[in-house]
């Protein structure tokens, strides 16, 4: 695998039974005996945006019993300095802590330690032990609970593989979440609940102190290594329409054919922009998916910018408030506004809704959508929480958990996924004004152009096998679309002068199966992935391989052919 995709090498360290990465600043894969007990350890900064500063690591001290880190913040304000420690407390025992102390005043939501478990606990008993004293019996959720699993916690105890895990916690209340919702592979532990007020001020001078002790007790089940990986896969409907979103990058544009079927465009009607961007959109020649931000301070900016849709083909237009309750998500309001100005338009049109964010908001909110919509949507993106190419690669597999919800919450309407970007195309949880153009033309860019959108990954080889595995993942039946980057530019399929990126062959490839007979399967261990199709010339499969490693791939097929490949790591193949 190259450099840009792995970035720098974890180093492991082991005492005893345990053993982690250390993934820049994180505590990765605790594991004991072989087996992972948390999927990660890390502290983290985070500002009244719930951007992440950087945590610098200066020094590692390691010894037999510990590991040091000795780190400071960078970015956003911060200046914060101490260390992150993993530290042996006896048999079976580990405890990490942080101590950081801020050097200056620091407006932030979240400072302090966050703990991630894997998402194999799904369904698993849960005790919960509250800062009272008290234990309730609960479970880690099986399907993404919308909201906070467990509050109020003091400590954690579980048994799974064999293990008896006891986590407590100290420094501060912590609380859970299903970072499912964002495709996170993990259930998120973290301190200062949410019900408190945030933003909030760390003094100068001021410590933030936290730990969290690891007891494990029990004998991790046995595994039996397979040196091939077989997917079974099973004949089913159409596979989702493959789509590209447009380009938000600054002119000018290259010259360059268009791919996929549809081009998805956000145009934000609060910006003098938005027109320029429709018309950049539409000079593809493609049908439109067309998402409207509303403009609050201009209630009838949509009865305005419908009729531009005109002489264009619309594939389908939804609409978003960007403040309120509801924000980011089509409510009933905005989908009255949207039908109101269609109608007097004159245009036909389907008119879907959803959650312009994450899966999140639309697991949280979906009771907001009005009826009689066309279908569904909403965004994705890996890279919310961590910038890991290991939280790249996990993603994968969660993919194919909120899809597969999503067309539950949909009730038999079609899902359409999209933007599917490497980072989000905007930031949903900001709590100041989202950044504006200057011009009413494209010199600047539009949308995602203008925030802290770009991943050096987009240009990695792969990125074109990411591309096959997350189809594979998100295409369960009834998910109608998939839109992937953006047609050009640092987001793109292209680069900026028009030359395609390795990534474009994996879209095209997936766009020339699109519509025809689905062949799905699962994922044995989520690095590996397979989709396929039934054409008129023969049954074609496509297999992707995540792993650090060569793999041997077996897919059988309906009707019991097989087909072999050896995979090379981070590559996919034409069966």
Known sequence: MTD????????????????????DDELADISYHGRVVLRSVRAVVRDRNWDTAGLVVDRIDSSGIALTLHVHSTG????????????????????????????????????????????????STLHVRHSDGTVVRSRFPAGISPHQPAFDIAGLSWTHDGLDVDVRFAGDVFEMEDQRNWTDASYKTYSRPLALPFPYALAAGERVVQSV????????????????TRIRLQEGPALPAIGVSASTAADPAPDFAALGGTVLVELDLATGNWRAALDRAAASGLPLDVRFVLADDDPAAIDHAVPALHGLSVARVTAFPPTGPARHVSDL???AALRHALTEAGIEAEVVG?????????NREHHRLPRGLDGIVFSST????SLSTAQLVESVGMQRVAAAQAVRLAGGLPVHIGPISLRPHFNDVATTPPPMPDHDDLRDGYGSALTDAVDARQAAPELAAWTVASAAAFAVPGVATLAYFE?????????????????FDAVAALAALAGEPGLRGDSPD??????????????????????????????ELPGGESRTAELAPGTFTRL
């Not at 792995?6 to 345990?18: D, F, L, Q």
């Not at 890996?382 to 929480?385: D, I, Q």
């Not at 640092?490 to 390795?502: F, I, Q, V």
């Open 487 to 503: 047609e050009w530019g640092p987001r793109g399929l292209r680069t900026a002068d028009g030359a395609t990126l390795p990534v």
């Open 382 to 385: 890996p890279l919310f929480h």
């Open 4 to 23: 840009l995709w792995n970035g720098e090498p974890a180093r492991e360290w082991r005492s005893g039974p345990w053993s982690l990465e250390l993934r």
């Open 76 to 123: 956003l304000g911060s200046d914060l300095h101490g260390i992150v420690r993993a530290e042996v407390r006896g048999a079976g025992r580990l405890r990490v802590l942080a101590d950081l102390e801020s050097a200056s005043e620091f407006e932030t939501n979240r400072t302090g330690l966050v703990v991630l478990h894997p998402p194999t606990l799904a369904g």
């Open 354 to 362: 959803g959650a312009r964010s994450h899966f999140t908001e639309l």
């Open 526 to 555: 989520g690095l590996v992935w397979a989709l396929g199709a039934r054409t008129a010339g023969g049954d074609i499969v496509l297999a992707a391989n995540l792993d650090h490693r060569s793999r041997t791939v077996e897919v």
């Open 213 to 228: 002790d690891i007891a494990v007790s029990g004998t991790p089940a046995a595994v039996v290594d397979d040196p091939v």
């Open 333 to 335: 309001d905005a989908i």
